[in-house]
């Protein structure tokens, strides 16, 4: 696994810079072996070779080198009575199988590791013609105990070493992939929203505009100033879309944060009823719009009205009746009632209610929408402060 960018690691070698110098130790210690032959030892050099060689291999098989060790320096117990500078393979072989092993591997090259200390310091005191005794015994093997515990005890810190880097590494790259993801996740939660605030926007103005187009269609005929009038509410809405589009859109381009003006809330329902008057009559019941509020909420308490708005256009017929009240206390309160025939063709279920239920669920709102007694249709959502 690789460090996470930006992350300093400490100088290592890499993988062949490894095998060279295994390689290296092996050769430069097998230098000496010919010197044996010269001092007549003959058995010197090939036990030299067969403690040396397994070393080749104490990184990727450190078992089987510690293995083949332990039989050479066994060997030598039997074969030879004088110690060999290759016996430093041993020491070497018990740190390779704790580093590059595991922790029951590393306690078993110790335990045998005691026992050749044992060994070897019996077969030295008596290879030498002297009395084996407590006094005589000890100097030999705590020297021999103590190079085996060491390099066991640095095995064993190096594998502990290297597992604790490897787990914060595995973290840190969790950690990097959980931050992406959230990355992606809130970018689909901001797609998400702007595609409602679009559609809310496109949906509310061309509605509007349909419905004054389709009313200066007829006005024409009987009274040409009513219809100008009309297209000029038509020009206005589409700008005020317009307006509202570049908005959002602004929201998109990180580069353009000047020429955006703030998305509509509160102060800004009094303007959009009176554009709904336009249409039918319109009473409200607006309370607390000066209270403080987050942004978010007064947001969606705009386009909640809004989309309610936009459904009585759609269904409740010519001439309805549309009370509107907003009331801002512990909580912001909507209700939006018309006494049109919305009851006999109820809204679709489309995108403009899915839009209102999500927005009020985002802040733990209620949304109750549905046919009144007595004809017309009601919209009623709660938003907790």
Known sequence: ???????????????????????????????FAPLYLIAGVRLALPLAVLQLAPLLWRRTHPGRAFAGVALASALQVVLLDTPIHSQVAFPIAVY?????????????????????????????????????TV???????????????????LGTLGRTRAAYVAALVDRAERIRVEAEQQVTLAAVSERARIAREMHDVVAHGLTVMVVQADGARYAAARDPRVATETLERIAATGREALTDMRQLLGLLRADEMTGRHPLPGLVDLPALLDDAETHGTVERDLQGLDREVPTAVALTTYRVVQEALTNVRKHAGPHARTHVAVAVTDRVAIDVVDDGRG???????????????????????????????????????????
Not at 9 to 23: H, M, S, T
């Open 1 to 31: 696994m690789h460090p996470p960018d930006g992350v300093l690691q400490p100088w290592r070698l890499g993988a062949r810079g490894e095998r060279w110098l295994d390689i290296g130790i092996v050769v430069s210690l097998l230098l």
């Open 96 to 132: 390779s199988l704790a580093r590059f092993g595991d922790q029951r591997s590393g306690l078993v090259a110790l335990a045998v590791g005691e026992c050749a200390a044992v060994v070897a310091s019996v077969d030295w005191i008596t290879g030498f013609d002297g009395d084996l």
């Open 135 to 153: 006094r005589t015994f000890l100097p030999y093997f705590l020297t021999m105990s103590a190079f085996v515990v060491t390099a066991w005890a």
């Open 343 to 385: 009851a006999a063709s109820p809204p679709s279920g489309g995108h403009g209610l899915t839009g209102m239920r999500e927005r009020l669920d985002v802040h733990g709102g209620t949304l109750t929408v549905g046919p009144r007694t007595g004809g017309g249709f009601t919209v009623s959502a709660t938003i907790p402060l």
